[in-house]
């Protein structure tokens, strides 16, 4: 249901508050943002789920090495970030550049989430497991 009031405010994804009203996650992915040089996302007792994209990229920027932060968050952290991006098997890292109608940082992917998913696509590349595949149909 967020998905799709999301789609109806013309966004692509809804951020996710948990029954406190703190940001757990979104609706497919997971959320981080920097603010002051410290990589955050929320914890996973605000209700996020423990993503495997979520922990390669906690473990990027702690061997970057950045602080890394998990914690409790509101909308006003988002909103206030120099960066935002999400997580996912799917969107890997997606960089955000409004939340709610605010533009966060420079309104353009940070360069900071830019390093992460450089370096996220090498881990990929090199741990991740080939899937061969022809015309979209995965082969035995």
Do not use: W
């Not at 799709?4 to 405010?9: G, I, K, T, W």
Request: glycine share 12%; proline share 6%.
């Amino acid at each position: 249901m967020a998905k799709l009031d999301a789609r109806r405010a013309g966004a692509l994804e809804a951020v996710m508050l948990n029954h406190q009203g703190r940001v757990a996650e979104c609706t497919a992915d997971n959320i981080f943002f920097l603010a002051g040089g410290v990589l955050k996302t929320p914890d996973l007792m605000n209700g996020a789920l423990p993503g495997i994209t979520r922990a390669t990229v906690l473990d990027i920027g702690r061997s970057m090495p950045m602080p890394t932060e998990e914690g409790n968050y509101g909308l006003h952290d988002l909103y206030n970030a120099d960066e935002v991006f999400l997580t996912g098997t799917g969107a890997e890292i997606m960089p955000v550049i409004s939340v709610d109608g605010r533009t966060v940082g420079a309104g353009k992917p940070g360069p900071t989430t830019k390093k992460l998913f450089e370096e996220f696509r090498k881990r990929r590349s090199r741990d991740g497991i080939a899937v061969p595949y022809a015309a979209g149909v995965a082969k035995d």
